[in-house]
């Protein structure tokens, strides 16, 4: 059997999911796992929080040059060095025994609201009544549950989606913005994404979760239809970059949930709200993060 390769990378752990995804997009990841807690006599004794461990079935090719390349571009987006963390890595080769467990053990069930959990697809779990629960493998992709991004979504999609809503997600990720709203009661959703790799995992999560929703590599710009409810989980400058598409997929009475915005970058996200003349009707904080629902 073969070997695994870990890698440790120092970052923000703000920043989480976004460099999660670097290394989904590219490079043979298979998992990810950010903090780690060690408990005596019922006190925390030691914490690596900070530090994102990587799995890699192989060794990276190009490591340094597309960190480098990734790192320039999220600062060329307004984040700063001390926003990303100092990216400091090291890497190991490690014995395959415990692969199928490694990124798996720390794992557990995500309580998003009262009513909806996140469970990752190899354990059991014995939902409450009424209770809505998404089975996902928590390495596949972007947008796994656990992030406050992705729950500020979940949370905008309980409180304010209609039953028969048409719901689209742009930069849906795993997918699991679009089966959550399935799961909620909409008529019908749609997941688009730029990143080619999360299209066959978003399918394979709607399949797991006996849900239909048409998933496609595709962005905000060039869709034609209008939808009672969008969703859009993407970073603060492009949620700017993007507003007056997204403004575009709105029906009359729609509602649009913006999320991945650090509080310390939300003005560049309320100025675009401005200039593209919505309307916020929520804002909803969790930890550093901020949300809006906004409508026309």
């Known amino acids: 059997m073969d070997n695994y390769f870990e890698l440790k990378i120092s970052i923000n752990p703000n920043m989480e999911e976004i460099i999660s995804d670097i290394f989904f997009t590219h490079f043979d990841c298979e998992g990810?796992?950010?903090?780690?807690?060690a408990y005596k006599d019922l006190e925390m004794t030691s914490t690596t929080r900070g530090t994102l461990r990587v799995f890699l079935?192989?060794?990276p090719q190009n490591l340094q040059e597309v960190l480098n390349t990734e790192r320039e571009l999220l600062k060329s987006r307004g984040f700063s060095d001390e926003e990303l963390g100092s990216w400091e890595i090291s890497l190991d080769e490690k014995e395959n025994q415990d692969w199928s467990k490694k990124w798996k053990e720390k794992w557990t069930v995500t309580h998003v609201t009262e009513n909806?959990?996140?469970?990752p697809s190899w354990l059991e779990y014995n939902p409450k009544p009424n209770e809505i629960t998404i089975s996902l493998d928590p390495g596949c992709a972007f947008g796994t549950g656990t992030h406050q991004t992705t729950q500020l979504c979940m949370k905008a999609l309980e409180k304010y989606l209609n039953k028969g809503d048409s719901v689209a997600d742009i930069g849906t990720g795993s997918g699991i913005l679009s089966i959550l709203a399935m799961k909620l009661g909409a008529k019908s959703a749609y997941g688009c994404d730029i990143d080619e790799t999360v299209i066959d995992v978003c399918k394979e999560n709607a399949k797991i979760n006996n849900v239909e929703v048409t998933f496609e590599l595709n962005s905000a710009d060039k869709l034609t239809e209008k939808y009672d409810f969008v969703c859009a989980n993407i970073l603060h400058n492009v949620l700017a970059e993007i507003m007056g598409d997204l403004k575009a997929l709105l029906k009359p009475t729609a509602k649009l949930s913006l999320s991945g915005i650090l509080d310390e970058k939300k003005d560049i996200v309320l100025q675009a709200i401005q200039d593209n003349n919505l309307k916020i009707i929520d804002t909803i904080s969790q930890d550093q993060w901020v949300s809006y629902i906004v409508t026309l």
């Open 32 to 37: 990810v796992v950010l903090e780690e807690q």
């Open 57 to 59: 079935t192989t060794m």
């Open 116 to 119: 909806i959990a996140v469970v």
